[in-house]
């Protein structure tokens, strides 16, 4: 190993680059050799070689949050512009002529993306259409915001034909669909969204349903890490042939305030905790009853048990890309999940469609709390019109980008 | 290594018990040890400390055939019932009270399957609701199936909220969504249907769009096998903690016939590649156009010439998945996309929205000619009525597989 991937406390480094920029030594905690790291930037590490890169979490939860948010300003100008707007992690991005959100039907120069979308400051990603439509007309009574005579909420993807998408003044509501992949790209579309439009350092948000662990069926989670489906707290990725490896990290200072913001009078528990985030949802969450399992119930309540002291309360499809993506993205992001069954107890969600339908608004609830109190801080509550339908700002331009998003796979 | 895993030809493996099973012998491409391989099946092998493990595909194409099909025939009886219907490789199934497709919105005793879906012989998938919707349309013109009067056709899965399912004679027609885990959960319950319904034999096909390597855009690509974005010809997956590998196998004699359909007035080719299939859109394909790009267009075209040296000829999102699953369950089936355009000349996708219109419609012809053809020969072109809308068992059960279907990730 070269020694440039040595720490300056003398250590080898047995992780990835991105790793060791984003988590430092993981030995000396040092990250005085970023520096060093950023010039050998060009000379991809292959991960492949380093499987057993292991990112070690500082177990002090207040150091590493102060350690961690000296960290992020550190990073700031790779995510931000001096206004605070979201930069982009791309150089190519600004040299292009015109770029298409290909799955959200929404272009740079076909769209005057800063007029339709320059005041969101919160992105709300759920699961389904219905769900995020349902949360976005809950936002909009939430926070009193009034839509014109005779107009009503219009699903601004509807030629993706793939997500949909809701803005109620400053919250944007986006289904993601199932998986990673399928959140991951709407994360890449959304991040470039956020930078065209000059949005000052967006929140997102995700809200979902999940299965428990060890926990009864209603309790809300608020993540405070992603893992994967072999518990490592990374999302890995080939990338021209390469494994790439990004920490999943979430915003421990949002996660505490979402927290906070839990009411004693709630007649559920809200808590914080780890989630699992899987590729598959039967096989791959230990369930018996997919086309396929080759393991017995007791295999699967060993590995749910050792899921379970591992420290993980809850598991779902989508935290592990939106944490490593956000986090990428130096965005503030929280993912908030009701549980419909505890898996310790078993695997069907037997609870009746009207205790379902509110468990289901009670992350939907939580989000909407924060949001209510940030804009009742800055005086943003009040709210008057930024155009929340489309503008056009090139004819011809819209009606192509409309066309080729119903393509695009 | 224990020496239950060497071969009768005194070779140690080095590859996952599953690929052994399936593949045989990496060096002397024996099967003589499936039997003994099969009763170490409680001992499941830790894959992750395997990674070097290498799948050799015999190079003689016909030989490999035949071996294939001796092999499929060899473990028949894992995956069919003397009558020829589905059987799982999953015990568990039979021992259950009722089963939910939660995805799918039906479930074991609250429909009648088999009287919905007994007739079903082919599955036909595609990305969106819209598309798959449009080719139920196309499929019920070409094979004449009539509906009765005053009846059109239904969503069987609208109350999914996530894929959309229609049924068209002995033709399902179902979105799947976009990634490996969207068609993965997908595909677990068509499987449990087929099962469930008494379907003898069935063939799936997935019909969608990719970005081509060298090839021109309009160009049809049945997929002769599909590789992950590290060229690996599996599927990885964490089961129970442990990573799984599951050879992304198509039906080469399927893939054949389809070819053969190809006709020489089309104005376009019809070609055989093999398909790299992705996690992300972005990164994950070499693209500059993500949020996120640290690499330059020389290593882009790099790692795309690269991949189409190896003899890749497409890449898309779902092709991985979609032959493991299929191939672990005995399924014949295969991928058929039309490529949008040729990524050694760009990532844009820039023809007019009518020539995208017809390209899209090209896997779907191919696959109508193959439907068409079997019925011809089957003499099953005229169906009449089994019913097609749904037929309920237990009114009870149905709403409440309705209601949990909304609320499950």
Same mark, same amino acid.
């Given at each position: 190993?070269?020694?440039?991937?040595?720490?300056?406390?003398?250590?080898?480094?047995?992780?990835?680059?991105? *790793?060791?920029?984003?988590? #430092?030594?993981?030995?000396?905690?040092?990250?005085?050799?970023?520096?060093?790291?950023? =010039?050998?930037?060009?000379?991809?590490?292959?991960?492949?070689?380093?499987?057993?890169?292991?990112?070690?979490?500082?177990?002090?939860?207040?150091?590493?949050?102060?350690?961690?948010?000296?960290?992020?300003?550190?990073?700031?100008?790779?995510?931000?512009? !001096?206004?605070?707007?979201?930069?982009?992690?791309?150089?190519?991005?600004?040299?292009?002529?015109?770029?298409?959100?290909?799955?959200?039907?929404?272009?740079?120069?076909?769209?005057?993306?800063?007029?339709?979308?320059?005041?969101?400051?919160?992105?709300?990603?759920?699961?389904?259409?219905?769900?995020?439509?349902?949360?976005?007309?809950?936002?909009?009574?939430?926070? #009193?915001?009034?839509?014109?005579?005779?107009?009503?909420?219009?699903?601004? /993807?509807?030629?993706?034909?793939?997500?949909?998408?809701?803005?109620?003044?400053?919250?944007?509501?986006?289904?993601? #669909?199932?998986?990673?992949?399928?959140?991951?790209?709407?994360?890449?579309?959304?991040?470039?969204?956020?930078?065209?439009?000059?949005?000052?350092?967006?929140?997102?948000?995700?809200? #979902?349903?999940?299965?428990?662990?060890?926990?009864?069926?209603?309790?809300?989670?608020?993540?405070?890490?992603?893992?994967?489906?072999?518990?490592? !707290?990374?999302?890995?990725?080939?990338?021209?042939?390469?494994?790439?490896?990004?920490?999943?990290?979430?915003?421990?200072?949002?996660?505490?305030?979402?927290?906070?913001?839990?009411?004693?009078?709630?007649?559920?528990?809200?808590?914080?905790?780890?989630?699992?985030?899987?590729? %598959?949802?039967?096989?791959?969450?230990?369930?018996?009853?997919?086309?396929?399992? %080759?393991? /017995? %119930?007791?295999?699967?309540?060993?590995?749910?048990?050792?899921?379970?002291?591992?420290?993980?309360?809850?598991?779902?499809?989508?935290?592990?890309?939106?944490?490593?993506?956000?986090?990428?993205?130096?965005?503030?992001?929280?993912?908030?999940?009701?549980? =419909?069954?505890?898996?310790?107890?078993? %695997?069907?969600?037997?609870?009746?469609?009207?205790?379902?339908?509110?468990?289901?608004?009670?992350?939907?609830?939580?989000?909407?709390?924060?949001?209510?109190?940030?804009?009742?801080?800055?005086?943003?509550? /009040?709210?008057?019109?930024?155009?929340?339908?489309?503008?056009?700002?090139?004819?011809?331009?819209?009606? *192509?980008?409309?066309?080729?998003?119903?393509?695009?796979?």
């Amino acid at each position: 190993m070269p020694d440039e991937y040595e720490c300056d406390c003398g250590v080898d480094f047995r992780a990835t680059q991105q *790793l060791l920029e984003d988590m #430092g030594c993981d030995v000396c905690k040092s990250r005085g050799v970023q520096k060093r790291m950023r =010039l050998e930037q060009e000379k991809r590490l292959d991960v492949q070689q380093h499987q057993d890169a292991v990112v070690h979490l500082p177990e002090n939860m207040e150091e590493e949050q102060q350690e961690y948010e000296e960290f992020l300003d550190g990073r700031k100008a790779q995510v931000r512009y !001096p206004d605070g707007t979201v930069k982009l992690r791309n150089p190519h991005i600004e040299l292009m002529d015109q770029d298409i959100l290909y799955h959200l039907a929404l272009g740079s120069e076909s769209h005057d993306l800063v007029t339709m979308f320059g005041d969101v400051k919160f992105v709300v990603m759920g699961g389904t259409p219905k769900r995020v439509e349902q949360f976005a007309y809950y936002i909009m009574q939430e926070i #009193g915001h009034k839509l014109p005579a005779g107009t009503t909420l219009l699903d601004i /993807s509807q030629y993706s034909y793939r997500y949909s998408m809701y803005k109620v003044g400053p919250v944007l509501s986006i289904s993601h #669909g199932m998986g990673i992949p399928s959140v991951g790209i709407l994360l890449h579309e959304v991040i470039k969204l956020m930078y065209h439009a000059r949005v000052k350092d967006p929140i997102f948000f995700r809200i #979902g349903t999940c299965g428990g662990i060890g926990i009864e069926g209603g309790t809300v989670v608020i993540s405070e890490e992603a893992v994967d489906g072999m518990l490592r !707290p990374v999302l890995e990725l080939p990338v021209l042939g390469k494994l790439h490896s990004r920490p999943a990290r979430l915003d421990k200072k949002l996660t505490r305030e979402l927290k906070a913001l839990a009411s004693a009078e709630d007649p559920y528990d809200t808590m914080i905790g780890k989630t699992m985030c899987t590729y %598959d949802f039967y096989e791959g969450q230990g369930r018996l009853d997919g086309a396929f399992c %080759d393991y /017995s %119930d007791e295999d699967k309540m060993a590995f749910l048990n050792r899921v379970h002291e591992s420290g993980v309360t809850n598991i779902e499809m989508e935290s592990l890309s939106f944490a490593a993506l956000t986090h990428h993205a130096g965005i503030k992001s929280a993912v908030v999940c009701v549980t =419909l069954v505890d898996r310790l107890k078993g %695997d069907q969600v037997l609870a009746p469609k009207e205790v379902l339908n509110e468990w289901q608004e009670r992350p939907q609830k939580l989000v909407s709390r924060y949001i209510k109190r940030y804009l009742q801080m800055k005086g943003r509550l /009040s709210l008057d019109g930024h155009c929340g339908s489309m503008c056009v700002k090139s004819p011809r331009r819209f009606k *192509l980008v409309q066309q080729e998003s119903e393509h695009v796979d």
